[in-house]
């Protein structure tokens, strides 16, 4: 007896096909993960994979406030009245900015949707080209591993140069504890500091809120996400993001 069993899944990739040629269906990639997780290392990577940008919220917001486009306009009077921006005129700003050219064979949203409104909001966004979310990469490394990996940064404030107290430490260490005393610039001898967002008090804020942000957002995308071991090697770390796309 004939149950449809496997020719579902055939009817399902033709019609797919299908789509896909009459919507000439771009590569649409959502990139999350906490600070520290390495995103900033492999984001230029996937760029040069998809042929893709990389966009982010606040840079496109910028970029659409300078150039006086309608929305950006609209966020303009916002901002200077002190109001925070609507996820409409936020989505309004993708939308103008994925009909760019280069936006032609996909791009790769860093860190937006950053709730699970904007995420429908962006799904009837693309779904009015008949087009969706491909892709969700997640980033994954434990928050204590993260804390070691940002905690342990500190800088010269003249110079720039960076340090890090257990992978880079400045000779002053000498097996320490790392203090505003023992944390001195080798070639001039200064105090470093550390930036406020790498104090262990504000980086436990940072991911206890990329935590409230994300993990509802994954739910909404759970059939295309991809989480991905980012405490590896960079090139093993690498190789699963290729895996996910």
Same mark, same amino acid.
């Given at each position: 007896?004939?149950?449809?069993?496997?020719?579902?899944?055939?009817?399902?990739?033709?019609?797919?096909?299908?789509?896909? !040629? #009459?919507?000439?269906?771009? &590569?649409?990639? $959502? =990139?999350? *993960?906490? /600070?520290?997780?390495?995103?900033?290392?492999?984001?230029?990577?996937?760029?040069?994979?998809?042929?893709?940008?990389?966009?982010?919220?606040?840079?496109?917001?910028?970029?659409?406030?300078?150039?006086?486009?309608?929305?950006?306009?609209?966020?303009?009077?916002?901002?200077?009245?002190?109001?925070?921006?609507?996820?409409?005129?936020v989505?309004?700003?993708?939308?103008?900015?994925? !009909? #760019?050219?280069d936006?032609? &064979?996909?791009? $790769? =949203?860093? *860190?937006f /949707?950053?709730?699970?409104?904007?995420?429908?909001?962006?799904?009837?966004?693309?779904?009015?080209?008949?087009?969706?979310?491909?892709?969700?990469i997640?980033?994954?490394?434990?928050?204590?591993?993260?804390?070691?990996?940002?905690?342990?940064?500190?800088?010269h404030?003249?110079s720039?140069?960076?340090?890090?107290?257990?992978?880079?430490?400045?000779?002053?260490?000498?097996?320490?504890?790392?203090?505003?005393?023992?944390?001195?610039?080798?070639?001039? *001898?200064?105090p470093?500091?550390?930036?406020?967002?790498?104090?262990?008090?504000?980086?436990?804020?940072?991911?206890?809120?990329?935590?409230?942000?994300?993990?509802?957002?994954?739910?909404?995308y759970?059939?295309?996400?991809?989480?991905?071991?980012?405490?590896?090697?960079?090139?093993?770390?690498w190789t699963?993001?290729?895996?996910?796309?």
């Open positions: 007896m004939f149950t449809g069993g496997a020719a579902a899944p055939r009817l399902a990739r033709r019609e797919a096909a299908t789509l896909d !040629a #009459e919507t000439d269906a771009r &590569s649409v990639v $959502i =990139l999350f *993960g906490p /600070p520290g997780s390495g995103k900033g290392t492999h984001a230029p990577k996937l760029v040069e994979k998809l042929g893709a940008p990389q966009l982010s919220t606040g840079d496109m917001l910028r970029a659409a406030v300078a150039a006086g486009t309608e929305v950006g306009r609209q966020a303009k009077d916002v901002m200077a009245s002190g109001g925070l921006v609507s996820d409409e005129i989505v309004g700003i993708i939308k103008d900015r994925i !009909a #760019e050219d936006c032609k &064979s996909g791009f $790769i =949203l860093d *860190g /949707p950053r709730t699970v409104e904007q995420a429908k909001m962006l799904d009837d966004c693309l779904g009015a080209t008949k087009e969706c979310v491909n892709a969700v997640a980033l994954e490394v434990p928050d204590e591993i993260l804390t070691e990996r940002i905690c342990g940064r500190w800088v404030k003249a720039g140069r960076s340090y890090h107290a257990t992978f880079a430490p400045p000779k002053s260490l000498d097996g320490r504890k790392p203090t505003e005393e023992t944390m001195l610039d080798d070639e001039t *001898g200064e470093l500091m550390q930036r406020a967002d790498d104090t262990e008090d504000a980086l436990k804020a940072r991911l206890a809120g990329y935590h409230d942000q994300t993990v509802p957002i994954l739910d909404h759970s059939t295309v996400v991809s989480k991905v071991d980012a405490n590896q090697g960079l090139d093993e770390v699963d993001i290729e895996k996910a796309i």
